[in-house]
């Protein structure tokens, strides 16, 4: 996915949300070499429950340094 957003739709930045409490989810942006951006509190409501929502993302330049 990293590859495909940079080199071919030549974004310079790349990011993704997942709910807080899912650590699996975010271990997977992690684990992609995204970097945790922050974490928005009470940010969206599902199932009539209020969720923080974590925030990663890559630049481009981000990118290319750790493909080196």
């Keep these: ?37 922050g974490k928005l509190v009470q940010h969206i409501k599902k199932w009539e429950e209020y969720e923080d929502v974590v925030y990663y993302g890559m630049t481009l330049s981000e990118y290319e340094t750790a493909l080196r």
């Excluded at 930045?13 to 951006?37: C, D, F």
């Design 1 to 37: 996915m990293m590859e495909y957003g940079f080199n071919e739709l030549k974004l310079n930045r790349i990011w993704a949300a997942a709910l807080a409490r899912n650590p699996a989810s975010s271990a997977v942006m992690q684990k992609n070499g995204m970097n945790y951006e």
